[in-house]
């Protein structure tokens, strides 16, 4: 079965401590993963794509097929980065299945 | 501006009434999506469009229905109302262009049904 889990629905860390948020999927093809963000009051929005292997906002993510995991990184946690974040799994055709979330605080 | 639009944002109404969630896309998007989304639980997608005249249901069972007769609209409509319906409902597109489809999400519609 195709799923996405997050086993974190809340992480707080403070402003300037290394931030990881996990993300583990199950998927028998090859997968495509996102990691989307809503920050409050604004709509979900595209963060990064493992295709890209980009670093945006200075966050990144590798995928590990052997762990079937796609973590999301920063070394450097900023307040600005307090938000929802949603880590998602495009599996065949264009059906998109997302996680339940990790609501991340980041203290000052 | 290129965007994604969907009214009403807040929605409350009684049970039995039949409801239509806008959305529309100035994006110039063929693929469309409604998603549903409980507080705190994951997105789960309820139906889905390629293009016009094109309609499938998504993973979660839904009792909504939606119709794509123009490329930039996609409502929702549920006939009969019920508590249980009380959720937000999300719509986005994508364009599939070369690489992989990003969706763009639209500020959601939050459905309370008494």
């Known amino acids: ?108 | 501006e290129a965007d994604i639009y969907q009214t009403p944002r807040y929605l409350v109404i009684g049970t039995g009434k039949k409801i239509t969630l806008e959305c529309s896309q100035t994006m110039g998007h063929d693929k469309m999506y409604w998603y549903q989304q409980d507080p705190g639980m994951e997105l789960h997608l309820i139906h889905y469009s390629y293009g016009v005249n094109s309609t499938e249901k998504g993973d979660l069972s839904s009792e909504s229905t939606v119709s794509r007769i123009r490329t930039e609209h996609f409502p929702l409509t549920l006939e009969s109302a019920r508590p249980s319906h009380t959720s937000q409902y999300l719509c986005a597109s994508s364009d599939p262009g070369p690489g992989i489809d990003e969706q763009f999400f639209g500020p959601g519609t939050r459905l309370t049904v008494l």
């Not at chain 1, 590990?64 to 900023?78: C, D």
């Not at chain 1, 307040?79 to 000052?108: H, N, P, Q, W």
């Open chain 1, 1 to 108: 079965a195709q799923r996405v889990t997050q086993p974190e629905k809340l992480l707080s860390v403070f402003k300037g401590a290394p931030v990881e948020l996990k993300c583990n999927y199950s998927y028998s093809g090859s997968p495509e993963l996102f990691w989307y963000v809503q920050y409050s009051r604004q709509r979900l929005q595209l963060l990064l794509r493992h295709i890209s292997r980009e670093s945006i906002k200075g966050f990144t993510a590798d995928l590990n097929k052997g762990e079937t995991s796609f973590h999301l990184k920063k070394p450097f946690a900023q307040e600005e980065d307090s938000a929802m974040y949603y880590c998602a799994l495009m599996a065949g055709g264009f059906k998109t299945i997302f996680g339940a979330g990790t609501r991340l605080f980041v203290k000052a």
